[in-house]
């Protein structure tokens, strides 16, 4: 393998991060320790810029690449965004309906305010719970069904696959074009 480019960013599938790299998980740095890497990167990813910087942190994010195209939003070098969770609100959620109908049985033995003991949603072939009709009794009111957000948050992730990124401390100092 040719040598990177300092500050140079990899995928690593194991445990550690290899000589002269680090895991880019937000560390501060002292400046003196490594002045070239804080040329290259400042203080985008932290740090004072007076005896430190910070390196990227890639934990709990998945990357993006910088600038804009049509229809997206413009994004920085840096920026972080985006959220693990989210509350949903009855105004995002898509408009729909749903149809509640309910069948009246005409047994009133088989009639049941309360679910008693032993009762159930199936029962043995030759007995019928039900009515065999197609007559609507009744219909639920449309507030039995509408979509209630619960104001809990929810997970709002994409799918990953968790690796370490690391970079690289050292190496080639990337000339600008």
Same mark, same amino acid.
């Given at each position: +393998?040719?040598?990177?480019? #300092?500050?140079?960013?990899?995928? &690593?599938?194991?445990?550690?991060?290899?000589?002269?790299?680090?895991?880019?998980?937000?560390?501060? +740095?002292?400046?003196?320790? $490594?002045? @070239?890497?804080?040329?290259?990167?400042? *203080?985008? =990813?932290?740090?004072?810029?007076?005896?430190? =910087?910070?390196?990227?942190?890639?934990?709990?994010?998945?990357?993006?690449?910088?600038?804009?195209?049509? %229809?997206?939003?413009?994004?920085?070098?840096?920026?972080?965004?985006?959220?693990?969770?989210?509350?949903?609100? *009855?105004?995002? +959620?898509?408009?729909?309906?749903?149809?509640?109908?309910? &069948?009246?049985?005409?047994?009133?033995?088989?009639?049941?305010?309360?679910? @008693?003991? !032993?009762?159930?949603?199936?029962?043995?072939? %030759?007995? #019928?719970?039900?009515?065999?009709?197609?007559?609507?009794?009744?219909?639920?009111?449309?507030?039995?069904?509408?979509?209630?957000?619960? !104001?809990?948050?929810?997970? $709002?992730?994409?799918? =990953?696959? @968790? +690796? %370490?990124?690391?970079?690289?401390?050292?190496?080639?100092?990337?000339?600008?074009?």
């Amino acid at each position: +393998m040719s040598d990177p480019f #300092m500050g140079e960013i990899q995928l &690593y599938a194991f445990q550690f991060a290899p000589a002269s790299w680090a895991f880019c998980a937000g560390q501060i +740095m002292p400046i003196q320790q $490594n002045s @070239a890497l804080f040329s290259l990167l400042g *203080t985008t =990813y932290g740090g004072d810029g007076r005896v430190s =910087y910070g390196l990227p942190n890639f934990q709990s994010s998945a990357a993006c690449a910088q600038g804009s195209g049509p %229809n997206l939003t413009p994004r920085e070098i840096g920026e972080t965004f985006g959220s693990e969770s989210v509350t949903l609100l *009855t105004n995002e +959620m898509p408009a729909h309906s749903h149809a509640a109908n309910f &069948y009246g049985q005409r047994d009133n033995t088989k009639r049941q305010g309360i679910p @008693a003991s !032993g009762s159930a949603l199936v029962s043995p072939n %030759n007995t #019928m719970i039900f009515a065999q009709t197609t007559t609507v009794s009744g219909n639920f009111p449309v507030t039995e069904l509408t979509p209630t957000p619960g !104001g809990q948050p929810h997970p $709002n992730q994409q799918p =990953y696959l @968790a +690796m %370490n990124f690391c970079i690289a401390l050292s190496g080639v100092f990337p000339t600008r074009p």
